[in-house]
């Protein structure tokens, strides 16, 4: 069996035709076809989904199907699939998902550079969030004990050295078990000596179909199982080979779970549009959970989500559903102040307040906070808030120590993004100076309302220091707040931003000089989008700075393209940005 570089394994069912989505992907990676291998590992499709794949995959030499019966989960195809590599390196792929054209190559030279056993690659969702957090900043060589933030990445979606996979004895779990693909992450990351990330390139788009079209596991989910699979995660952080000793380290993880898993389960649209039985067999199976768990573990929960788990600590089952009716309409709302161009870069203010919206009239009003100071024991004063729930919140024993907003307020911190429209990448930008603005409440000069003012820069050279040019197509930009647990992050209003593409200029005209190779093989988007973007002067300093960087290592593979004499600045605008100054 001659090895190869990377196998990666696709469980299918009934997925048909789409199926061309990733295969087209895959036949367009950079890495070598001879150096990689795919195996479609079908789960019983009764459709034609078998047929298809043979047909077209009847020319190619590393891309087979590996038909079996049906187990109804994914978690024996991957198995299966482990088990039939010929790869140094595995990457798991679902198949209504697909890989950028250079993740193979990138992933697995970064596994090879840092001698990884697992290396996460950036994600990019549609119609569903993806993990930023993982790739704010680059990781060589760590582990998930020194770097939690590991944990915001629990999906398989991953490279993963075979050899670890299998000295390890890691597989998933057969049959219908929710969070097999946590139960295998967490295990797989408590186990590895090293971990890297892929910070600088969205590697891996994943897909959400609203209807579950394609989801092997896409069926209703049943409170019991579901928390007994929470359940079984936490234990792990228990168990001999992957205990993790440290008590307040072992409960953060802990929080993880029980907040993500199952506290979030009692919030928000989804938990409110359920039947009331429904309902009731959630609230209980998360209330008998919380009685099992130390009350240290609420330490680590975010301000919103501590209260709630205070409530299921009581047992109040009409407390926890009045909860999850008021917190599921609060957000926050900017505006933007002012938007304009500034040193070749996009500058954004706004204002936000956090409020709550109400359901039934769209109205907003401002969440309430009582402003109360104690001093320390050094004698000075320090400012407390408290948040002000909604009755009959307010008159709840012992919740009081859970309203305590004061370091989510001081730490709170508006912050810029950019979404690409097509592609699902979303990234940080340069956000300057976001302050805090309480303002007292007219009614009640005690209750205060939160607001911010922030200003971020967006520059299409390069949002921050890893990502490098924005790549072309429509971006909207957004603005992120997250006050204890309270995370939204809309659209502002009235802001686009478009970079053209390399091959659609956005001004037709022909070069005036005779085009030429630059000596350091200037990234050909980068030098596109600098050029029709940026005056003659902005232009050629750009330019110089991006040779800087290519100089550095730290732009990608150089691409041959032209540069073109600058136009005159009148005619080098092609990045529009709109902007209605609201009041």
């Given at each position: 069996?001659?090895?190869?570089?990377?196998?990666v394994?696709i469980?299918?069912?009934?997925?048909?035709?789409?199926?061309?989505?990733?295969?087209?992907?895959?036949?367009?990676?950079?890495?070598?076809?001879?150096?990689?291998?795919?195996?479609?590992?079908?789960?019983?499709?009764?459709?034609?989904?078998v047929?298809?794949?043979?047909?077209?995959?009847?020319?190619?030499?590393?891309m087979?199907?590996?038909?079996?019966?049906?187990?109804?989960?994914?978690?024996?195809?991957?198995?299966?699939?482990?088990?039939?590599?010929?790869?140094?390196?595995?990457h798991?792929?679902?198949?209504?998902?697909?890989?950028a054209?250079?993740?193979?190559?990138?992933?697995?030279?970064?596994?090879?550079?840092?001698?990884?056993?697992?290396?996460i690659?950036?994600?990019?969702?549609?119609?569903?969030?993806?993990?930023?957090?993982?790739?704010?900043?680059?990781?060589?060589?760590g582990?998930?004990?020194?770097?939690?933030?590991l944990?915001?990445?629990?999906?398989?979606?991953?490279?993963?050295?075979?050899?670890f996979?299998?000295?390890?004895?890691?597989?998933?779990?057969?049959?219908?078990v929710?969070l097999?693909?946590?139960?295998?992450?967490?295990?797989?990351?408590l186990?590895?000596?090293?971990?890297?990330?892929?910070?600088?390139?969205t590697?891996?788009?994943?897909?959400?179909?609203?209807?579950?079209?394609?989801?092997?596991?896409?069926?209703?989910?049943?409170?019991?199982?579901?928390?007994?699979?929470?359940?079984?995660?936490?234990?792990?952080?228990?168990?001999?080979?992957?205990?993790?000793?440290?008590?307040e380290?072992?409960?953060?993880?802990?929080?993880?779970?029980?907040?993500?898993?199952?506290?979030?389960?009692?919030?928000?649209?989804?938990f409110?549009?359920?039947?009331?039985?429904?309902?009731?067999?959630?609230?209980?199976?998360?209330?008998?959970?919380?009685?099992?768990?130390?009350?240290?573990?609420?330490?680590?929960?975010?301000?919103?989500?501590?209260v709630?788990?205070?409530?299921?600590?009581?047992?109040?089952?009409?407390?926890?559903?009045?909860?999850?009716?008021?917190?599921?309409?609060?957000?926050?709302?900017?505006?933007?102040?002012?938007?304009?161009?500034?040193?070749?870069?996009?500058?954004?203010?706004?204002?936000?307040?956090?409020?709550?919206?109400?359901?039934?009239?769209?109205?907003?009003?401002?969440?309430?906070?009582?402003?109360?100071?104690?001093?320390?024991?050094?004698?000075?004063?320090?400012?407390?808030?408290?948040?002000?729930?909604?009755?009959?919140?307010?008159e709840?024993?012992?919740?009081?120590?859970?309203?305590?907003?004061?370091?989510?307020?001081?730490?709170?911190?508006?912050?810029?993004?950019?979404?690409?429209?097509a592609?699902?990448?979303q990234?940080?930008?340069?956000?300057?100076?976001?302050?805090?603005?309480?303002?007292?409440?007219?009614?009640?000069?005690?209750?205060?309302?939160?607001?911010?003012?922030?200003?971020?820069?967006?520059?299409?050279?390069?949002v921050?220091?890893?990502?490098?040019?924005?790549?072309?197509g429509?971006?909207?930009?957004?603005?992120?707040?997250?006050?204890?647990?309270?995370?939204?992050?809309?659209?502002?209003?009235?802001?686009?931003?478009?970079?053209?593409?390399?091959?659609?200029?956005?001004?037709a005209?022909?070069?005036?000089?005779?085009?030429?190779?630059?000596?350091?093989?200037?990234?050909?988007v980068?030098?596109?989008?600098?050029?029709?973007?940026?005056?003659?002067?902005?232009?050629?300093?750009?330019r110089?700075?991006?040779?800087?960087?290519?100089?550095?290592?730290?732009?990608?593979?150089?691409?041959?393209?032209?540069?073109?004499?600058?136009?005159?600045?009148?005619?080098?605008?092609?990045?529009?940005?709109?902007?209605?100054?609201r009041?």
């Amino acid at each position: 069996m001659t090895p190869v570089k990377v196998t990666v394994i696709i469980p299918t069912h009934n997925t048909g035709e789409d199926v061309m989505v990733g295969l087209t992907a895959l036949r367009k990676q950079s890495m070598p076809r001879t150096d990689f291998e795919v195996l479609y590992v079908d789960d019983g499709s009764t459709d034609d989904t078998v047929a298809f794949l043979e047909r077209e995959l009847a020319d190619e030499d590393t891309m087979h199907v590996v038909p079996m019966t049906n187990s109804g989960w994914p978690g024996r195809p991957r198995n299966t699939g482990v088990a039939r590599a010929r790869g140094e390196y595995v990457h798991f792929v679902d198949d209504d998902d697909w890989l950028a054209p250079q993740a193979l190559e990138r992933l697995y030279a970064r596994a090879k550079d840092t001698d990884a056993d697992i290396v996460i690659g950036r994600m990019a969702g549609h119609g569903r969030g993806a993990p930023r957090a993982p790739f704010a900043k680059p990781l060589e060589r760590g582990s998930v004990r020194e770097n939690p933030v590991l944990l915001g990445s629990m999906t398989v979606h991953k490279l993963f050295r075979r050899q670890f996979l299998l000295d390890h004895e890691l597989r998933f779990e057969e049959g219908r078990v929710r969070l097999e693909d946590h139960l295998f992450t967490l295990r797989a990351y408590l186990l590895a000596k090293q971990v890297s990330t892929v910070p600088d390139y969205t590697t891996y788009h994943w897909v959400r179909h609203r209807n579950g079209k394609h989801n092997i596991s896409y069926t209703p989910i049943e409170p019991a199982p579901y928390i007994g699979s929470v359940r079984r995660i936490i234990a792990l952080l228990h168990a001999p080979d992957t205990q993790v000793s440290d008590d307040e380290l072992r409960h953060r993880f802990t929080a993880n779970w029980y907040g993500g898993k199952a506290l979030k389960r009692l919030t928000g649209k989804g938990f409110l549009g359920q039947d009331e039985e429904r309902r009731a067999a959630w609230r209980q199976q998360v209330i008998e959970l919380a009685a099992d768990l130390p009350d240290a573990v609420d330490r680590h929960l975010p301000e919103r989500l501590r209260v709630l788990s205070r409530l299921c600590r009581s047992g109040d089952h009409e407390a926890i559903h009045a909860y999850a009716l008021f917190e599921s309409e609060v957000r926050h709302l900017p505006k933007v102040e002012e938007a304009a161009w500034r040193d070749e870069a996009l500058r954004v203010r706004t204002r936000t307040s956090l409020v709550r919206t109400d359901p039934k009239t769209g109205e907003s009003t401002p969440l309430l906070f009582r402003r109360t100071t104690h001093a320390t024991p050094s004698g000075k004063k320090r400012v407390r808030w408290t948040w002000q729930p909604p009755a009959p919140l307010d008159e709840l024993p012992g919740l009081t120590p859970a309203l305590d907003f004061t370091e989510p307020l001081k730490h709170a911190k508006a912050q810029g993004l950019v979404h690409h429209k097509a592609g699902g990448t979303q990234l940080v930008v340069t956000t300057g100076t976001s302050t805090l603005r309480p303002t007292s409440h007219e009614a009640d000069p005690d209750l205060w309302e939160m607001h911010w003012t922030t200003e971020c820069t967006v520059d299409p050279a390069g949002v921050d220091e890893i990502s490098g040019p924005l790549e072309p197509g429509a971006w909207h930009v957004c603005l992120r707040l997250n006050v204890g647990g309270w995370l939204s992050a809309p659209r502002l209003s009235g802001v686009k931003l478009s970079v053209p593409s390399a091959e659609k200029p956005a001004v037709a005209e022909r070069p005036r000089t005779a085009s030429h190779q630059p000596r350091h093989g200037v990234a050909k988007v980068a030098v596109r989008v600098l050029r029709r973007v940026f005056p003659a002067a902005a232009y050629l300093a750009l330019r110089d700075r991006y040779r800087r960087l290519i100089a550095s290592g730290r732009r990608p593979a150089p691409v041959a393209t032209v540069l073109e004499e600058p136009r005159r600045a009148e005619q080098a605008q092609a990045l529009s940005v709109s902007s209605t100054r609201r009041t």
